[in-house]
């Protein structure tokens, strides 16, 4: 199942459309999950995305993970903006955004449908210039 969705990354990077690195655990090198950019390059910006799993919650790895991405992608990208968003049922989630420099700039209200449920996101964004790596 991972080498399927791993496989399904290269289109999008050859066009500079996507960009997704591997979060692995410190000096193992396993699997802890995956942080992401998502690039429209015609507005010089991109959708974060992660996910981490279970047992590597609240550890770090994704706060660190996503710090790392973003700075990849104001640095070497050279995009202007970064956004995300989280479930509003999820606010663990949000805390990252937070830790990694995010401001919240609003809610859209059941603006997806997961599991039959309509679902309300959280939106975060931060500006190249406002991003301070630690």
């Not at 968003?85 to 830790?99: E, I, T, Y």
Request: charged share 25%.
């Amino acid at each position: 199942m991972a080498e399927d969705w791993i496989s399904t990354h290269q289109p999008g990077f050859e066009t500079g459309e996507l960009v997704v690195f591997a979060a692995a655990l410190r000096g193992e090198g396993e699997l802890a999950g995956a942080v992401g950019l998502t690039i429209n390059s015609a507005f010089c910006r991109a959708e974060l995305g992660y996910w981490i799993g279970e047992p590597f919650w609240g550890l770090g790895y994704c706060t660190e993970a996503a710090t790392r991405v973003v700075k990849h992608g104001f640095a070497e990208l050279k995009l202007n903006r970064i956004h995300a968003s989280h479930l509003s049922r999820n606010p663990a989630s949000g805390r990252v955004l937070q830790k990694i420099g995010m401001s919240k700039e609003g809610i859209a209200r059941r603006h997806i449908k997961k599991w039959d449920k309509y679902e309300d996101l959280v939106l975060y964004g931060l500006l190249c210039e406002e991003f301070s790596p630690h």
